[in-house]
T-cell receptor, first 115, second 111 residues
């Protein structure tokens, strides 16, 4: 496989469920990102990991918990979500997360619906 | 927070027409990126711009980094059905390297 792969593509969960989103990149990049995409809004950066270290947490509620075990894998653990958390969650990677390198490569996203 | 104003929000055009969209801000940027998102997919990078005044083409697409470093535009010539999608601009702020996104331009081609 090449590029950035996200699973699952679709997820429906109740507010009391716990689920995880998975992202894997095969590009040899060192930085990985989680973005939230809602209709007609700019992409919202949630978390950034650079060389497995979290370098940014953009005031995201604690019901979203990221995990980056290595530079190729990124998870987003979800628990006690709210209906307003329903959105497309995009994973991205870049060569590094520092300075000028902001050319992001995105996965296809997980469309999340919270009931 | 910082904002990019992307316009138009949507465009309804005939196949074969040229398309123009832009992003403006009151902030100064180091880099401008233009992405396209197809339905059910993540955004894909089309063009990256790194210098004020830079004009770059990718096939029928042309983008420019505004000379004031506060804006950028994307043109698509002779549109075809596969151009349908949402186009996003993203700019990297000069002040702190933060990447700021526009809200997107949805391109629809009338049959």
């Amino acid at each position: 496989e090449t590029g950035v792969t996200q699973t699952p593509r679709h997820l429906v969960m109740g507010m009391t469920n716990k689920k995880s989103l998975k992202c894997e990149q095969h590009l040899g990049h060192n930085a990985m990102y989680w973005y939230k995409q809602s209709a007609k809004k700019p992409l919202e950066l949630m978390f950034v990991y650079n060389f497995k270290e979290q370098t940014e947490n953009n005031s995201v509620p604690s019901r979203f918990s990221p995990e980056c075990p290595n530079s190729s894998h990124l998870f987003l653990h979800l628990h006690t979500l709210q209906p307003e958390d329903s959105a497309l969650y995009l994973c991205a990677s870049s060569h590094t997360g520092q300075g000028g390198d902001q050319e992001l490569f995105f996965g296809s996203g997980t469309q999340l619906s919270v009931l | 927070g910082q904002q990019l104003n992307q316009s138009p929000q949507s465009m309804f055009i005939q196949e074969g027409e040229d398309v123009s969209m832009n992003c403006t801000s009151s902030s100064i940027f180091n880099t401008w990126l233009w992405y396209k998102q197809d339905p059910g997919e993540g955004p894909v990078l089309l063009i990256a711009l790194y210098k004020a005044g830079e004009l770059t083409s990718n096939g029928r697409l042309t983008a420019q980094f505004g000379i004031t470093r506060k804006d950028s535009f994307l043109n698509i010539s002779a549109s075809i059905p596969s151009d349908v999608g949402i186009y996003f601009c993203a700019g990297q702020l000069y002040s702190n390297y933060q990447l700021i996104w526009g809200a997107g331009t949805k391109l629809i081609i009338k049959p």
